[in-house]
């Protein structure tokens, strides 16, 4: 039996894998999309919050995917006081079953073949071996694209050291709780080392009475575990609320020296192009995906791709100065969140913003802390 072969094949079909599909696709490649998963968008793997101004160049939101739209953040410091950030239409809640699976169909709709149920387990000869419905199966194909996310090994298996050392991920736990009473209309961002050592905590409202409660920590600060401190979190602030998910996992923080080849892109959470600062992943899994779909039909076409210079320009820009701003941050102590606390306040109690400057930010920090100051020169200069 002769082997299938397609331009593009394409592993997994999270945003990063879905968005490369349809692009791929729309200009005519034969496109395989590969999930290893019955039902795309399962298991639920993030918070699924997405910033407006991170995505609107690259994906409209339709409303049947948005669980809440938010109007804001409501930032918590280690001692427990609270303001308010008043941002209209900063962004939304989505629902990523219906989502991702929706990103999906679109990939469909435009040519692109789906294999569900179906696990990758090598690459050899521009073969990709899976294994579907229970028989070992070969795909050929021209160009490869790895969107296995944050366990990858396209990567691995395409030579790429994509390990990630203790000082590079943050480690995080998170339950979907239902009858929790909480402002549903604004994202809930908590420092403090009783909350998320090394890291930070959060609430994002899914309904009137359901969020995706969470935390993220460095497990170079602490040894206890991530879902120690969510529980606990828990039990102080929601005793009542119903649990109806859970989630584990990790966000790394690193940039690879390679994400590239002649015959592959690496894209989303397998190309480490999550914001290492907010961990943050889906919109640039899909700008990476949007990029690695045009740029992969550049190269069948004979023609000079431009994705790595399109992904510095529109990511990798932007992660290397929040991963110099993480590294210092994971290092930073109650005293010093506090004074971080303070700021903010100052600079956006009582006010509507409709932009935030992270650069701004870090500047003010610097200059009202000369202790934050000298822990960060090294790092920011």
Known sequence: MKTPCFDIVIIGAGPAGSAAAYTAAESGASVLLIEEHEK????????????????????SIKPEWISRRLKGAIIRGPDHEEFKIEYPDVGWVLDRTIFDAALAEYAEEKGAVIKKSTRAIGVENNKVIVRESGQIREYRFKFLIGADGVLSRVGSWKGIDTRLGLNEIEVCAEYLLEDINVDTHYAYLIFGSCYAPGGYAWIFPKSDNTANVGLGISPLKTKKRAQQFLDEWIEREFPEAKTKRKVFGGVPAKILKKFSGDDFFLVGDAARFTDPLSGAGIANGIKSGVIAGRNAVLKLKGKKDHFKAEIKREILKEIKYHLKIRNIYVELNDEEYRIIFNIGKKLFEGKTTRDINVREIVKEVLYSSPRIFWRAIKDLF
């Open 40 to 59: 795309i968008g399962t298991p639920v793997s993030c918070a699924e919050g997405l910033s407006r101004s991170t995505i609107k160049d690259y994906l």
